[in-house]
Nanobody, 129 residues
Framework: QVQLVESGGGLVQAGGSLRLSCAAS????????MGWFRQAPGREREFVAA????????YYTDSVKGRFTISRDNAKNTVYLQMNSLKPEDTAVYYC??????????????????????WGQGTQVTVSS
C-alpha cells in the first residue's frame, strides 16, 4: 500500500520560509512524478508544483514561481517544497501527490488532480500578515 506523509507545515509570518517534506512508502520512487497541491478554505484544491520522474524537470504555478522550489531525494523517497517569501495568500493545507499510472504529456497534465494516483493527508501552512 502506498503512503505519502507530509510534514513541515506551521505558522509563519509574511516574508518567512518553510520547507515541506513528503515521505513516500513506494517501490521505485524515482519512477513517480511528484506534485504539491494546496487547498484554502472555501476553495478548490489547486496545483502548486511538480517534479517529473523523467528528465528531472519541474513546473510551477505562476503565483509561486521564484519563491517556491520543489526538489526530490530518490535515495530517501522524499520530495520537498521549499517555500520562501511567504504571503498570507499562501495559507492553505498543502498536499503531496504521486503519479505513475497515467502519462504526463504536457505541463498542463501536471496540474490535473486526477492524473495522480496517491495523495497524502495534508499539512497546514498558515502565513500571518
Amino acid at each position: 500500500q502506498v503512503q505519502l506523509v507530509e510534514s513541515g507545515g506551521g505558522l509563519v509570518q509574511a516574508g518567512g520560509s518553510l520547507r515541506l517534506s513528503c515521505a513516500a512508502s513506494v517501490r521505485a520512487f524515482s519512477s513517480y512524478t511528484m506534485g504539491w497541491f494546496r487547498q484554502a478554505p472555501g476553495r478548490e484544491r489547486e496545483f502548486v508544483a511538480a517534479f517529473r520522474w523523467s528528465g528531472d524537470s519541474t513546473y510551477y504555478t505562476d503565483s509561486v514561481k521564484g519563491r517556491f522550489t520543489i526538489s526530490r531525494d530518490n535515495a530517501k523517497n522524499t520530495v520537498y517544497l521549499q517555500m520562501n517569501s511567504l504571503k498570507p495568500e499562501d495559507t492553505a493545507v498543502y498536499y503531496c501527490a504521486a503519479g505513475t499510472s497515467r502519462p504526463f504529456y504536457s505541463d498542463y497534465d501536471l496540474t490535473i488532480l486526477s492524473r495522480y494516483d496517491y495523495w497524502g493527508q495534508g499539512t497546514q501552512v498558515t502565513v500571518s500578515s
